[in-house]
């Protein structure tokens, strides 16, 4: 489930707002968005994909919160660790490009 | 709740769903020269259950021998309720449109030969693409808009009306042709990108009469991680499945011990420890990298720590049924009213078996086209008529408002007795006709609560018709299950546990205060047909 939003990070462009399939998110007074709706969260991952600041986690449990640490967080980089994974943001190979996935059949155990 | 004035547009073709399939109608429709409106209850590119994970593809070269095997093993598998003419228009197609995909820009990977592998799409990269390429064509697209109902009149659709979430603001779109595209229905059951996936497109069309087939074939549970939502599970190919006490279960990921098991509440895991090298487990974290990402943030290694295993129910996403199309444009028996991807059915080309991530892929992609197409020549056809039809709103249920309306709806508690009757395994894996004959009385019983006032929010108004939508389509699911009184694809009766010669026909449902039930006769696989398949093993 989606666990915070860093105030720090947030750069205020509703693009978490705009691209939840779930409308987790409200555009808050100070136009950092806030957590609204967090039990519709789908754990899909696609804000933190979409959040061009790295400002978004979501956790990887489908119904529980670990409250972590932001300062833990991104001390083990998991702050846009999705972004960086899809290759998503200047200078990144996109996933997509080097998908092992038309090869993994090659190494289906027997 | 503030009301903000809505917006009212008009154009040719409304399609409604922004996944795969909607954004190839809304593109095709407007290649026709078509004016497009899409509207997504999301967001086009991230919604729905393709955009946040990988997805294999039906992607055959163009070689007669090769594709007629393919065919002939489908159909076989398919209890011989696939065609294929079907088959066949879908190789073609998804071959044609994965070129397209390239020269807009996706990087398929190449072999050693240099030959393009155009067999798996990554969701984001995909999606984003097509977000591009429907712009691109001039669509008009209607994010955070979900459509609450159709409008009609005596000649069909014509066009729908919503909200947008984010200002509770209403839109109203008149059409000439609409494409039903909103997925199929996987009941809140957390898997990856399905919670948006609640049958509202079944409910819009079957207000209008449409009917709905092959709702039997919806038997699918996906294996996933206790803890998380990814629901991909081909890695699990590599994958050791264990009971408590370390007892290695036969049969992988398609052993029948692993619903058995989970249905007593005894917990089964898995540990990925056949990708054994580290170039393997390389090679794995670059393809389905999806599935890495809630063990990493877990702090556990799935190719060395064994972890517990959940089944998460997917409906008709992985099942089969959906809206009845009667024609190869994806039209449906509503006149304007065309379906795609899994809000239609796809009996036609998985029969009775699950069309998994590959055949669905496909049909996304090709039923969308079709549609798309169809819709597009069908309302340019109209002419200027649709600005002046006296179209009245369709939708009858989950929509009560205002102070004299019947006691306020506990949504949750709705949703939560609607999961209680198809999420369990028990009830819905393992059918019997005596469980299921219960289980749908007591959804029948709760059908009248969808008639009660909604809440007045902007949340409130989409949950009560995706429950209304949900509530809809568990009881067709089960009426049709029931009406099949025998094992054919997925499709399970523990009283009758053989494949039955003489049902090799569809089940069409319909209506929603009364639901009917009537078979429709499949056609063209005759030349298939070969000696029937040996009454499959009953569930233990």
Same mark, same amino acid.
């Given at each position: 489930?989606?666990e915070?939003?860093? $105030? #720090?990070r947030?750069?205020? !462009?509703? +693009? &978490?707002?705009?691209?939840? =399939?779930?409308h987790?998110f409200?555009? /808050?007074a100070?136009?950092?968005p806030?957590?609204?709706? $967090? #039990?519709?969260c789908?754990? !899909?991952? +696609? &804000?933190?994909?979409?959040c =061009?600041?790295?400002?978004?986690?979501? /956790?990887p449990?489908?119904?529980?919160?670990?409250?972590?640490d #932001?300062?833990?967080?991104?001390?083990?980089?998991?702050?846009?660790?999705?972004r960086?994974?899809?290759?998503?943001?200047?200078?990144?190979?996109?996933?997509?490009?080097?998908?092992?996935?038309?090869?993994i059949?090659?190494?289906?155990?027997? | 709740?503030?009301?903000?004035?809505?917006?009212?547009?008009?154009?040719?073709v409304l399609?409604?769903?922004?996944?795969?399939?909607?954004?190839w109608?809304?593109w095709?429709?407007?290649?026709?020269?078509?004016?497009?409106?899409?509207a997504?209850?999301g967001?086009?590119?991230?919604?729905?259950?393709?955009?946040?994970?990988?997805?294999?593809?039906?992607y055959?070269?163009?070689?007669p021998?090769?594709?007629?095997?393919a065919?002939?093993?489908?159909?076989r598998?398919?209890?011989?309720?696939?065609?294929p003419?079907?088959?066949?228009?879908?190789?073609d197609?998804?071959?044609?449109n994965?070129?397209?995909?390239?020269?807009?820009?996706?990087?398929?990977?190449?072999?050693?030969?240099?030959?393009?592998?155009?067999?798996?799409?990554?969701?984001?990269?995909?999606m984003?693409?097509?977000r591009?390429v429907?712009?691109?064509?001039?669509?008009?697209i209607?994010d955070?808009?979900?459509?609450l109902?159709l409008?009609?009149?005596?000649?069909?659709?014509?066009?729908?009306r919503?909200?947008?979430r984010?200002?509770?603001s209403a839109w109203?779109?008149?059409a000439?042709?609409?494409?039903i595209?909103?997925?199929?229905?996987a009941?809140?059951?957390?898997?990856?990108g399905?919670?948006?996936?609640?049958?509202?497109?079944y409910?819009?069309?079957?207000?209008?009469?449409?009917?709905?087939?092959?709702?039997?074939?919806?038997r699918?549970?996906a294996p996933?991680?206790?803890?998380?939502?990814?629901?991909?599970?081909?890695?699990?190919n590599?994958a050791?499945?264990?009971?408590?006490?370390?007892t290695v279960?036969?049969?992988?990921r398609r052993?029948?011990?692993l619903?058995l098991?989970?249905?007593?509440?005894?917990?089964v895991?898995?540990?990925?420890?056949?990708a054994?090298?580290?170039?393997?487990?390389n090679?794995?974290?670059?393809s389905?990298a999806?599935?890495?990402?809630?063990?990493?943030?877990?702090?556990?290694?799935?190719f060395?720590?064994?972890?517990p295993?959940t089944?998460?129910?997917?409906?008709?996403?992985?099942?089969t049924?959906?809206?009845?199309?009667?024609?190869?444009?994806?039209?449906?028996?509503?006149?304007?009213?065309f379906?795609a991807?899994?809000?239609?059915?796809?009996?036609?080309?998985?029969?009775g078996?699950?069309?998994?991530g590959?055949?669905?892929?496909?049909?996304?992609?090709?039923?969308?086209?079709w549609?798309?197409?169809?819709?597009?020549?069908?309302?340019?056809s109209?002419?200027?008529?649709?600005?002046?039809?006296?179209?009245r709103?369709?939708g009858?249920?989950?929509?009560?408002?205002?102070?004299e309306?019947?006691?306020?709806?506990?949504?949750?508690?709705?949703?939560?007795?609607?999961?209680?009757?198809?999420?369990?395994?028990?009830?819905?894996?393992?059918r019997?006709?005596?469980?299921l004959?219960?289980?749908?009385?007591?959804?029948?019983?709760?059908?009248?609560?969808?008639?009660?006032r909604?809440?007045?929010?902007?949340?409130?108004?989409v949950?009560?018709?995706?429950?209304?939508?949900?509530?809809?389509t568990?009881r067709?699911?089960?009426?049709?299950?029931?009406?099949?009184r025998?094992?054919r694809?997925?499709?399970t009766?523990?009283?009758?546990?053989?494949?039955?010669?003489?049902?090799?026909?569809?089940?069409?449902?319909?209506?929603?205060d009364?639901i009917?039930?009537?078979?429709?006769?499949?056609?063209?696989?005759?030349?298939?047909?070969?000696?029937?398949?040996?009454g499959r093993?009953?569930?233990?």
């Amino acid at each position: 489930m989606i666990e915070l939003v860093s $105030r #720090e990070r947030c750069v205020k !462009c509703d +693009m &978490c707002v705009r691209v939840c =399939p779930t409308h987790v998110f409200d555009r /808050g007074a100070d136009g950092v968005p806030v957590i609204a709706r $967090r #039990e519709d969260c789908q754990t !899909c991952y +696609m &804000c933190e994909a979409y959040c =061009p600041a790295d400002a978004l986690y979501v /956790g990887p449990y489908a119904d529980r919160l670990d409250h972590p640490d #932001e300062g833990e967080l991104a001390a083990k980089g998991l702050l846009g660790s999705w972004r960086k994974t899809i290759g998503w943001g200047p200078g990144r190979t996109k996933l997509a490009a080097i998908d092992t996935t038309p090869f993994i059949d090659r190494i289906l155990p027997r | 709740m503030k009301r903000r004035e809505g917006v009212r547009l008009t154009a040719d073709v409304l399609v409604v769903g922004g996944g795969p399939a909607g954004a190839w109608a809304a593109w095709s429709a407007a290649s026709q020269g078509a004016k497009v409106v899409l509207a997504e209850k999301g967001y086009l590119g991230s919604s729905g259950a393709t955009a946040p994970g990988g997805t294999n593809l039906l992607y055959l070269p163009p070689d007669p021998a090769l594709r007629d095997e393919a065919v002939r093993k489908r159909v076989r598998d398919s209890g011989y309720l696939a065609e294929p003419d079907w088959i066949h228009r879908v190789l073609d197609q998804v071959y044609e449109n994965l070129q397209l995909v390239e020269s807009w820009g996706y990087p398929f990977r190449r072999d050693e030969n240099g030959t393009p592998m155009r067999d798996h799409l990554q969701g984001p990269e995909y999606m984003r693409l097509m977000r591009r390429v429907v712009r691109r064509a001039g669509v008009t697209i209607l994010d955070q808009s979900p459509a609450l109902e159709l409008l009609a009149d005596a000649h069909g659709v014509g066009g729908a009306r919503g909200i947008f979430r984010l200002d509770g603001s209403a839109w109203e779109v008149r059409a000439g042709a609409v494409v039903i595209a909103t997925g199929g229905c996987a009941f809140l059951s957390n898997g990856l990108g399905c919670n948006v996936l609640t049958g509202d497109g079944y409910l819009m069309a079957a207000e209008l009469g449409a009917e709905m087939s092959g709702m039997e074939f919806t038997r699918y549970y996906a294996p996933c991680s206790a803890f998380g939502t990814v629901t991909r599970s081909r890695l699990l190919n590599w994958a050791t499945f264990t009971t408590e006490d370390g007892t290695v279960l036969k049969g992988g990921r398609r052993s029948e011990l692993l619903p058995l098991l989970l249905s007593q509440g005894r917990p089964v895991y898995a540990v990925l420890d056949k990708a054994d090298t580290e170039e393997k487990r390389n090679m794995l974290r670059h393809s389905h990298a999806i599935f890495f990402l809630p063990f990493d943030r877990a702090g556990i290694d799935p190719f060395r720590q064994r972890f517990p295993l959940t089944l998460r129910y997917e409906g008709t996403v992985r099942g089969t049924g959906g809206i009845r199309i009667v024609d190869e444009n994806c039209a449906t028996t509503v006149g304007g009213l065309f379906a795609a991807g899994d809000a239609a059915t796809r009996e036609r080309v998985t029969g009775g078996i699950s069309g998994g991530g590959a055949f669905n892929a496909a049909w996304a992609i090709c039923s969308g086209t079709w549609a798309g197409r169809a819709a597009a020549r069908y309302a340019l056809s109209l002419g200027n008529r649709t600005a002046t039809r006296a179209l009245r709103p369709a939708g009858r249920s989950g929509l009560a408002a205002g102070a004299e309306a019947p006691p306020e709806l506990d949504l949750a508690e709705l949703v939560s007795a609607i999961q209680r009757e198809v999420l369990p395994l028990s009830i819905n894996y393992f059918r019997s006709e005596a469980g299921l004959e219960r289980s749908l009385e007591r959804l029948n019983a709760l059908w009248p609560l969808v008639h009660r006032r909604v809440p007045d929010t902007v949340r409130g108004r989409v949950r009560a018709r995706e429950a209304a939508a949900m509530l809809a389509t568990a009881r067709w699911m089960y009426t049709a299950a029931l009406a099949r009184r025998e094992t054919r694809g997925m499709h399970t009766l523990a009283e009758y546990p053989a494949e039955d010669p003489a049902q090799r026909h569809r089940l069409l449902v319909s209506g929603l205060d009364r639901i009917r039930v009537r078979t429709d006769p499949v056609r063209g696989n005759g030349l298939y047909e070969e000696a029937p398949a040996a009454g499959r093993e009953a569930v233990p």
